[in-house]
């Protein structure tokens, strides 16, 4: 089966940057996109970033200027670099992805999740 593992949450004071990465593993033949989505407490989920399989970005606007998201389409992984992060950067990140199967359906899938904590 899929399965997406995240890795780089933690503390960061304002200011700070952290580097998250999520890698897809299991039977799947090539990616739609992956993304990052984030779940603040009281809030809805939200999309932050996404990168399809040949490269194409979308930001938030939030986040814009301050992220950066990368694909390493030979080992299935999705980077988000975040910089000059803020306190209400601070949320659940969730890793997303939709991938092809051999036959050309997509199906959904998401990571468990890693905190982000900006505070001094």
């Known amino acids: 089966q899929v399965r997406l593992v995240e890795s780089g949450g933690g503390l960061v004071q304002p200011g700070g940057s952290l580097r998250l990465s999520c890698a897809a593993s299991?039977?799947?033949?090539?990616?739609?996109?992956m993304g990052w989505y984030r779940q603040a407490p009281g809030k809805e989920r939200e999309m932050v970033t996404a990168?399809?399989?040949?490269?194409?970005?979308t930001y938030a606007d939030s986040v814009k200027g301050r992220f950066t998201i990368s694909l390493d389409n030979a080992k299935n992984t999705v980077y988000l670099q975040m910089n000059r992060l803020k306190p209400e950067d601070m949320a659940v990140y969730y890793c997303?992805?939709?991938?092809?199967?051999?036959?050309?359906?997509?199906?959904?899938?998401w990571g468990q999740g890693t905190q982000v904590t900006v505070s001094s």
């Open positions: 299991g039977p799947f033949f090539s990616i739609s996109t």
């Open positions: 997303h992805a939709r991938l092809f199967t051999i036959s050309g359906t997509t199906y959904d899938y």
């Open positions: 990168i399809t399989g040949v490269g194409v970005t």
